[in-house]
């Protein structure tokens, strides 16, 4: 009987670490501070951007679609951002921390003025974290959290809606959207019979994706999966170019160059850094 306490559990953003950079993968997913036995995280403005409006969105998703705009959502904005508020979201000026807040709020308002399938009937994963054994004889769990599942009742089906907070496309290549197919094709018992992403930054609408073939999915992800697990069997994490942007900032932090600013609700230790420059991140000015 295999066991999840000992298996490697992957994820999106394990596997984009792992094949961005191995180190960054362990400081990221595998290392614990010695002190407290926590993993650690660096928060930052576009983190902190994220996971704001994907938490006032992702609430809607366990509301009858009869009250889901009921409240203003901006009024659930405005609470959930206090949680990443000053440095507790990497911001060490007001002004950065105006710009980002605003442009959640105006995601949120983009969202509540064309809501479009928000107001239908949508389907929820009844597991905290939705995981499948990706291979029992590897020990491998394939882990995720799907931002909406849109019910068809026509045709008993769902469509996968992935929201997104940043500026640029999804890269055709990454294989966020086939791990989101296997995650919700192993996880409930509906036909997937679409997916799309929304890009709040920009779009009043999702827009439609080509569904990745789930044979050719997981036999991608399995690949990495093994990888993944023989790097961890070895303990060899290595970054590929000596250093890069990706693991740096991690290394600053088990250096003791960064700012501790408290234990997170998933027991992360987290961690700001300061702006490299003595000017604060501006790209606008307040008058």
């Known amino acids: 009987m295999p066991d999840k306490y000992t298996a490697v ?32 995280k660096l928060v930052g403005p576009a983190l902190a951007l994220g996971a704001t ?47 980002y807040q605003t442009r959640g709020r105006e995601m949120i308002h983009r969202v509540e003025q064309h809501p479009g399938p928000l107001t239908g009937l949508a389907v929820k994963i009844q597991q905290d974290l939705p995981f499948f054994w990706l291979s029992e004889a590897d020990n491998l769990i394939l882990c995720g959290k799907i931002d909406w599942l849109e019910y068809l009742p026509d045709s008993d089906s769902v469509h996968i809606i992935d929201f997104k907070t940043g500026k640029g496309d999804e890269d055709p290549d990454s294989l966020q959207l086939p791990i989101y197919h296997l995650l919700v094709h192993h ?6 019979s679409g997916a799309s992403y929304w890009y709040l930054d920009r779009s009043d609408t999702p827009q439609t994706v080509t569904l990745p073939d789930l044979t050719e999915a997981e036999g991608r992800v399995l690949e990495i999966g ?16 000596g250093g890069c942007g990706t693991c740096e900032p991690y290394e600053r932090i088990i250096h003791g160059e960064a700012e501790f600013v408290g234990v997170d609700e998933y027991k992360y230790d987290t961690f700001v850094l300061a702006p490299t420059s003595s000017q604060p991140d501006r790209t606008s000015v307040i008058l």
Not at 230 to 241: G, M, S, T, Y
């Open 9 to 40: 559990w992957t994820s999106h953003t394990s596997i984009s670490d792992f094949l961005r950079c191995p180190r960054a993968y362990f400081l990221k997913h595998v290392y614990r501070d010695p002190a407290t036995k926590h993993k650690i």
């Open 53 to 99: 409006v994907h938490e006032v969105l992702e609430a809607l998703s366990v509301q009858s679609r009869q009250t889901r705009f009921s409240r203003p959502l901006a009024d659930a904005y405005d609470a959930a951002w206090k949680k990443v508020s000053g440095k507790k979201g990497g911001f060490f000026d007001k002004d950065t921390e105006y710009r």
């Open 187 to 192: 996880c409930q018992h509906r036909t997937v």
């Open 226 to 241: 093994k990888q993944m697990k023989l790097a961890r069997q070895l303990e060899r994490f290595k970054c590929p170019n």
